[in-house]
């Protein structure tokens, strides 16, 4: 049984400079929540509250998201403010929080090793902080599910346009029935000639603890960093791991041009605002507003 979660979240966010200068990219709002809070609403609505985070120096702002805030909560009583007030205290009650400092940023492998004496001899699902799934919940149920039944590590894959291959780990697989696959090779990032497939990892993974001890094999690749694609090569060499395509959309947070296309789809698809933003977009659109 899955109880652990393990969230990497110690990189710089280069991509979001200056803004990330002293913000985390995974607490950049999708309107008036930060796509950090998506993710483990999603994995506590599974039964898995127990996340480990793994930060940074300037990382601190996560921690304080899911923490208390007697201030504000008394101010917003104050007010009135009662379900502001309530959605304030749920964010610090809806899990069990333990954070680890990964002191050098050199890699997700690394990230995901720096997190071993939380997470301990169990197995664990590894969720990237700059991915969000509609209705994430159920893709989680499917991939959890397929863990019990199999016992081996799995990973979410989503299809790719093929020039958009080299963005991605992609994998070579067989499929074992609609949606499943055996993974048979992975590839960090090729060039899109070179891919084996157009099946690329999302960013959700449930493992076995036998990757602790491919981490602690694999070698340091392009400017220091340990991949964790690296030792999922590894770890084939010593047991199998399985696949599924996630059925649903996939939004990455993780760049400027696709963060805002997901907070414009987030936006037009809430009940306060939705259809008012989708009339100024008509209009923007018609040369009615100017840009």
């Given at each position: ?228 694609t690296d030792a999922m090569k590894l770890l084939l060499e ?54």
């Amino acid at each position: 049984m899955v109880r652990k979660a393990v969230l990497p979240v110690a990189g710089w966010g280069t991509r979001f400079l200056p803004a990330t200068k002293s913000m985390p990219k995974e607490m950049l709002p999708i309107i008036d929540k930060p796509v950090i809070q998506f993710i483990v609403e999603a994995l506590a609505g599974v039964g898995i509250d127990n996340i480990v985070f793994v930060t940074g120096r300037h990382k601190r702002a996560i921690e304080n998201h899911f923490d208390f805030h007697p201030e504000l909560e008394e101010h917003l009583k104050r007010a009135g403010k009662e379900q502001l007030l309530k959605e304030v205290r749920d964010i610090a009650n809806i899990i069990n929080p333990i954070f680890v400092r990964q002191k050098e940023q050199l890699g997700l492998g690394h990230a995901v090793l720096t997190a071993e004496p939380a997470v301990g001899n169990e197995p664990f699902l590894v969720a990237l902080g700059d991915v969000l799934i509609d209705e994430e919940e159920k893709e989680l149920e499917r991939l959890l599910y397929l863990f019990n039944k199999l016992g081996k590590s799995v990973i979410a894959l989503m299809e790719v346009p093929q020039e958009e291959v080299s963005k991605y780990g992609v994998v070579k697989v067989k499929e074992l029935e609609k949606g499943v696959y055996l993974v048979e090779d992975l590839v960090e990032k090729p060039a899109p000639e070179e891919a084996p497939s157009n099946l690329a990892i999302v960013g959700r993974y449930v493992f076995t603890p036998a990757i602790f001890e491919a981490l602690k094999r694999t070698k340091p690749g392009k400017g220091g960093e340990y991949q964790l694609t690296d030792a999922m090569k590894l770890l084939l060499e010593e047991e199998v791991i399985y696949a599924v395509k996630v059925e649903r959309e996939v939004y990455d947070t993780g760049n400027p041009l696709d963060y805002l296309k997901t907070v414009v789809n987030f936006a037009l698809r809430r009940q306060d605002i939705g259809e008012e933003f989708k009339a100024f977009l008509k209009e923007l659109l018609e040369g009615k507003v100017k840009v």
